[in-house]
């Protein structure tokens, strides 16, 4: 059973930078896909990151392409999310999740995805 950990948050000035961390624990650790996404108050959630593990491939989408880049930590199961240059239309609670089982790709949708962090809030001010 895996449960995901985020920490890094907090509250920045624009043009500022944070490094959000996800920490997975729990047997059996082995998602091959992890992802970053986000929701700001009366938004639908949306991805920020999509992590391939094993290919060590990201996919970052378009809203933070150029201002974000990801990692991974596979001895300490962990997956890291930096993000510099923030606006304030990056505020918003951020969550990592992982699928369960395999895939052969690692999908956009948040839908597909089963495990879920409590998330770690980001606020920016001009």
């Known amino acids: 059973h895996v449960q995901l950990v985020e920490s890094g948050g907090g509250s920045v000035q624009a043009g500022g930078s944070l490094r959000l961390s996800c920490a997975a624990s729990g047997s059996n650790y082995s998602s091959r896909c992890m992802g970053w996404f986000r929701q700001a108050p009366g938004k639908k959630r949306e991805g920020v990151a999509i992590?391939?593990?094993?290919?060590?491939?990201?996919y970052v989408f378009d809203t933070v392409k150029g201002r974000s880049t990801s990692s991974q930590d596979n001895t300490n199961n962990a997956v890291y999310l930096q993000m510099n240059n923030l606006n304030p239309e990056d505020t918003a609670m951020y969550y990592c999740?992982?699928?369960?089982?395999?895939?052969?790709?690692?999908?956009?949708?948040?839908?597909?995805?089963?495990?879920w962090g409590q998330g770690t809030q980001v606020t920016v001010s001009q």
């Open positions: 999740a992982a699928i369960r089982g395999f895939v052969l790709r690692c999908p956009r949708n948040n839908n597909d995805y089963q495990v």
């Open positions: 992590m391939n593990r094993k290919l060590r491939t990201t």
